[in-house]
């Protein structure tokens, strides 16, 4: 075995989720991620924790998508409803087999099936924002994986590694220095309401007074490296265009561009899969409304990868989310959809707040 999987497994129990003794702590993945899901299990028992495994079956979820009525897509589990309530740790491991295995499947069945969850999520949601419930998200590399961000494997998990620091000495060190930094830049973002974003194609204006910026550093994602807030839900006028293909439920959107007025999505286009853009964004009512802006801190991250978990983090852009706000940061959108897309600010870009320039061609300037 790679021995950086286990060391990856001592971060995420240890700092990431903090996982202690007694607590119950759940452990999500594909077979395609056994590596990392048997070393992080085996962790959590050292701790003298509780854990217990779900293994996620692709080829299943898209049967019951082609195949399952409408009362199947819409029926949530009572299970699933009473475990979100009763757990203290939930780790969630990404890695695939097939990475566009959803690729057939009708965009307004996937959106159906998104509603049932609406109660797992909002719970979710609510117990992180109270502390009831810490998590955390990780990529286990694999072939598949690979293939989609252009490397071989080998390359792929030097990438996915390197990202999360985990071949320095200590990662946690570098990580508790990340949080010591983004938490001076917080504390002045907190002080600015109207934020203005600027680049090539994009002229986006929005408000924020009364929210609160968010310090991301490797205890909910990992990697990490961003700081965000939830913008107020009526503010964001003008436009955006992405520079990186926007994944969701195993499907991919290129050259997304959103227009907006009075917090609203009033218009959309896409260069790839624009009808499965717009059918997420008439998921629910407010999937149409931003739930979080954010900019990416994480410099080792230098290229698009296609997976969200690492493009949202790239050093030198932002990242606005249409759906579900961040309880967290004092949002109040709500949505089942929280839909992360990325924009490139490296060049002729930047982001002024309270008519400051705070960010300019992919550095913060405060």
Known sequence: MDPRIEKLARVLVHYSVSLKKGQLVKIVGETAALPLIKAVYKEAVKVGAHPYTQIRVPDNEEVMLKLGSDAQLKYLPPMAAMEIKKIDAYIGIWGSENTRNMSGVDPKRQALARLATKKVFDTFF?????????????????????????????????????????DARDPVAHWRKVHKEQARLVKILNRFDRIHIQSKDTDLKLRVKGRKWINCAGTENFPDGEVFTSP????????????????????????????????????????????YLTAMLNMDKGARFLGEVA???????????????????????????????????????????????????????????DGKVIYKNGKFTI
Not at 256 to 267: C, N, Q, S, T, Y
Not at 305 to 313: A, G, P, Q, R, V
């Open 232 to 275: 107020i839900e009526d503010s964001a006028e003008g436009y955006i265009r992405y520079s990186y293909p926007a994944v969701y439920g195993g499907r991919e959107v290129e050259d997304v561009r959103l227009e907006f007025k009075k917090g609203k999505v009033i218009a959309e286009s896409a260069g790839k899969n624009q009808n």
């Open 295 to 353: 900019i990416g801190t994480n410099y080792q991250i230098k290229r698009s990868s296609t997976s969200i978990l690492f493009d949202e983090k790239i050093g030198g852009a932002c990242h606005l989310a249409v759906g579900k706000s961040i309880p967290e940061a004092g949002g109040k959108n709500n949505s089942v959809l929280h839909w992360d897309m990325v924009c490139d600010l490296k060049k002729n870009a930047q982001i002024t707040a």
């Open 126 to 166: 609510k117990r992180v924002s109270a502390k009831e419930l810490s998590w955390v998200g990780t990529q286990f590399p694999t072939p598949a994986d690979a293939q989609e961000a252009e490397m071989s494997l080998s390359d792929y998990e030097d990438f996915v590694y390197g990202a999360g620091h985990i």
